[in-house]
């Protein structure tokens, strides 16, 4: 892999070109603002086409919709402690004490 040119060496290389290009009889041509490249103001058609005429777009927001009032329910029914909230807890520790209020030990326990 070679080093990267920097902006003043890629600047210099098209000075140069444009150099070359006007000493070989190269003709710069003006053209007015707002003008296009287009014959008679085509369309530009994309270089990639396989012939066969664009397909009509389906419609989703009818499906987009359902899929909304969906996820809004199941967001309630989580914040109610309904079906949506089926997520096991966490395990957690846990301190036990002896009976004279002593800290045995911590275990892990499922609640």
């Keep these: 892999m070679g080093k990267r040119q ?4 890629i600047r210099h290389e098209l000075e140069q070109q444009i150099a070359n290009y006007m000493r070989d009889g190269g003709q710069i041509h003006k053209i007015r603002p707002g003008l296009s490249g287009l014959a ?4 530009l058609h994309p270089q990639f086409s ?3 005429p664009a397909q009509p ?3 989703a927001m009818d499906i987009l919709a359902t ?4 996820r809004a329910q199941t967001r309630n ?13 966490k395990p ?9 209020g002593e800290p ?4 892990w326990v499922d609640e």
């Design 6 to 9: 920097s902006k003043a060496e």
């Design 40 to 43: 008679d103001g085509e369309v």
């Design 50 to 52: 396989d012939g066969k």
């Design 57 to 59: 777009r389906t419609p």
């Design 67 to 70: 899929i909304d009032a969906r």
């Design 77 to 89: 029914a989580a914040k109610n402690g309904g079906k949506g909230a089926t997520r096991k807890p």
């Design 92 to 100: 957690r520790k846990k301190m036990l004490y002896d009976d004279f």
């Design 104 to 107: 045995l030990r911590e275990v």
